[in-house]
């Protein structure tokens, strides 16, 4: 029997290569004074660009522009919000990365709520956002976070004392979705290496989570197979659109898997590490993928042996192999050496190259939660992980 299940999504999505000229007739429903949320300054030298310029100048759209050059932190946030406060603005669009997507998104309700944003956020904040907002239009540049589909936005602050924290509310899943995979085509080799390994931990987490329903499982595996038909295409040959618009797909897919299942260990790692060190999300991700599974399954082979989890990770094996009327073990394993195999691959960096030592591990232990893991693994187990992704022969490492 299919268990009872709530689904969370963009209520609009519009998806496929060249689609974002159908902005011009989207924007008119939202808005006239839109803020344009940037990223890099060099989307203003491409075709994109152009286009979105002469559909406001065709609709008489007045627009603002921001950069966002980085992970958003609050203070960015809080900035931009007192710099375009009074200004009219009745739309926010964000076209960019996961960041810029966080950003535009934080934006559009920081403007309504008026208040310093680090004290809505989960964890460190005092208050409950409202959910009211200035209506957003998510367009994707990379292939990654899922933001576009989402209802968090997420800000840190790295340092000693740092933190890596959602704003959160059901009501900041964008008012539309716009996903044109022909913009991710000049993501650089390193982005989309990293941007693929979010997107594919966001799936994996996604589908193995002990909160995930049919109709969210359902998505994940179907995101989990574009990512397998295309993810190692994409990071040997970006130019490839068939296989940009896979991963744009797997991204959007695990936006709205995640908002709606959570996520895992993996992902507790991360939220931890990237407020400690300033290291991409996706490469925490991308370098602790295999061995959490690893762990992850290990754990639930010894203690669960009927966790619904090991179905589950036999089925992620049979995505990833060829071979037929194999035992449910064997495509368990194979699952795990599949992530093996894709880290070798893609050259994913353990974390002492980034100033991760085995000094850190003690404090980012102590903070990492397991989220909706399968298995709820000990700090010996997180510990074990971290040790298999910093190298002990570091000089730091005394
Ligand atoms: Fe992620």
Same mark, same amino acid.
């Given at each position: $029997? ?7 999504? !963009?209520?609009?999505?519009?998806? #496929?290569? #060249?689609?974002? %000229? ?16 940037? /990223? ?31 992970? !958003?932190?609050?203070? $960015?946030?809080? +900035? ?23 950003? #535009? ?11 310093? =944003? ?6 460190? /904040?005092?208050?409950?956002?409202? #959910? ?5 239009? *998510? ?18 602050? =790295? ?17 539309? *979705?716009? =996903? ?20 594919? %931990? ?7 989570? %002990? ?14 197979? +574009? ?34 299942? /959570? ?41 669960? +042996? ?22 449910? *073990? ?12 894709? +880290? ?20 980012? =232990? ?28 570091? !000089?730091?490492?005394?």
């Amino acid at each position: $029997m299919i268990s009872a299940f709530s689904l969370n999504t !963009p209520p609009h999505i519009i998806f #496929g290569p #060249g689609k974002l %000229t159908e902005l011009e007739h989207i924007i008119g429903r939202f808005g006239s004074h839109p803020l344009l949320v940037l /990223g890099s300054h060099s989307f203003l030298q491409t075709e994109h660009y152009q286009l979105v310029q002469r559909i406001f100048s065709k609709l008489g759209c007045k627009n603002e522009t921001v950069h966002i050059g980085s992970e !958003p932190s609050p203070a $960015m946030i809080d +900035a931009i919000v007192a710099k375009l406060t009074g200004r009219g603005i009745d739309l926010v669009i964000a076209i960019g990365g996961g960041s810029t997507l966080d950003s #535009g998104k934080a934006i559009s309700a920081m403007l309504v709520e008026k208040k310093e =944003v680090v004290r809505f956020l989960e964890g460190v /904040g005092d208050r409950t956002p409202s #959910g009211r907002k200035i209506p957003f239009i *998510a367009i994707p540049t990379t292939s990654g976070t899922g933001s576009e589909a989402t209802s968090n936005a997420v800000l840190s602050s =790295v340092g000693r004392e740092g933190f890596k924290c959602s704003l959160r509310h059901d009501n900041y899943i964008p008012n539309l *979705a716009l =996903v044109d995979p022909r913009l991710t085509l000049s993501c650089p080799p390193k982005l989309t290496v990293a941007c693929s390994m979010d997107c594919f %931990t966001q799936l994996v987490e996604g589908y193995l989570s %002990t909160n995930s329903s049919s109709l969210s499982e359902a998505l994940a595996l179907e995101g989990i197979r +574009a990512v397998r038909r295309s993810l190692r295409v994409v990071c040997s040959d970006g130019t490839d659109l068939p296989a940009r618009t896979d991963l744009s797909y797997g991204a959007l897919l695990s936006g709205i898997v995640l908002s709606n299942s /959570g996520l895992g260990t993996v992902h507790g790692f991360a939220s931890v590490i990237g407020g400690f060190f300033a290291i991409p999300h996706g490469i925490i991700c991308g370098t602790l993928m295999a061995p959490a599974n690893a762990l992850t399954l290990k754990n639930l082979q010894m203690k669960s +042996a009927d966790h619904p989890a090991l179905a589950k990770y036999a089925n992620l094996g049979r995505i990833f192999s060829d071979q037929p009327r194999k035992t449910d *073990a064997w495509y368990q394993d194979h699952f795990i050496y599949e992530l093996q195999s894709l +880290a070798i691959e893609l050259n994913m960096p353990n974390l002492s190259e980034f100033g991760v030592t085995t000094g850190d591990i003690e404090k980012i =232990v102590a903070k990492t939660g397991n989220k909706y893991n399968p298995a709820q693994l000990s700090k010996v187990e997180l510990t074990d992980i971290l040790l298999s992704r910093i190298s002990t022969h570091c !000089p730091d490492n005394k």
